[in-house]
């Protein structure tokens, strides 16, 4: 038996073309396409699935929607994630010595901003204290949580945690220059509703944690959204309430 017959076996559609000869010898197109389509989304969920208890998260490949963490990731890219918690993810720590659940940022810090040469404002410190003031870096990991006030996956770099009495928390931030502030940064938050346009209107804890970015592979992941996101947004116009991206 050759290399290329005995590779076949791995294929997984060698066994669907045995399956179709049995139920389907009369070769009838439309039984064999289905087949086949049907066959591409289960080896497809079975391979994500894998994927997923390998790396320990529900979510193994992201793609990148936005700009946001340019140049770092770009729409399009494919993130494969692991597993993660507060506690195993990188960023810089501090600790706290009140409750931060359910506490917006404006309770309990500040920012600090810079103005660059055209006169845009960009966060530059975090401020919990007079003793605790950590500059906002790009030393952190990439983490991916999902954000109940978007109501959507957030990919962003956590820049800072926080250990409090009642768990460990995450403040974040996208890379790009035109994320000017954390995530968190929404000013005063009343019944739910912020005061400024931000991301997400609490700290990051560990439900909200999907994983953490293990690798990428660029672009990878274009075509979908070029049916999925840009086509329909052009003929469509951009939902309500959502920032879109066009090519």
Not at 186 to 202: A, H, K, P, Q, W
């Amino acid at each position: 038996m050759g290399i290329m017959e005995k590779l076949k076996w791995i294929d997984p559609f060698t066994y669907v073309d045995m399956l179709l000869e049995r139920i389907n010898p009369r070769h009838n197109k439309l039984v064999d396409w289905a087949a086949y389509l049907i066959s591409a989304f289960v080896f497809a969920w079975v391979i994500y699935s894998l994927f997923g208890i390998a790396f320990g998260t529900s979510a193994p490949f992201v793609i990148v929607l936005s700009p946001s963490m340019e140049p770092v990731l770009y729409r399009g890219d494919i993130v494969i994630m692991a597993g993660a918690t507060p506690e195993t993810i990188k960023a810089k720590e501090t600790t706290v010595d009140f409750p931060l659940s359910g506490k917006a940022f404006w309770d309990f810090g500040k920012i600090a901003y810079s103005t660059d040469e055209n006169g845009m404002l960009h966060a530059e410190k975090i401020f919990l204290s007079e003793q605790q003031v950590f500059d906002i870096t790009t030393e952190g990991d990439t983490i991916v949580y999902f954000s109940q006030y978007r109501q959507e996956p957030i990919i962003h770099r956590a820049v800072l945690k926080i250990t409090a009495p009642d768990g460990t928390f995450l403040l974040t931030k996208g890379d790009s220059i035109y994320n000017t502030t954390i995530d968190q940064d929404c000013g005063r938050v009343i019944n739910g509703s912020s005061e400024r346009n931000c991301i997400t209107l609490y700290p990051i804890t560990a439900k909200d944690i999907q994983g953490k970015m293990l690798f990428k592979t660029p672009l990878l992941g274009y075509v979908k959204l070029l049916i999925f996101d840009d086509l329909p947004q052009l003929l469509f116009g951009c939902p309500q309430g959502r920032v879109c991206y066009f090519p």
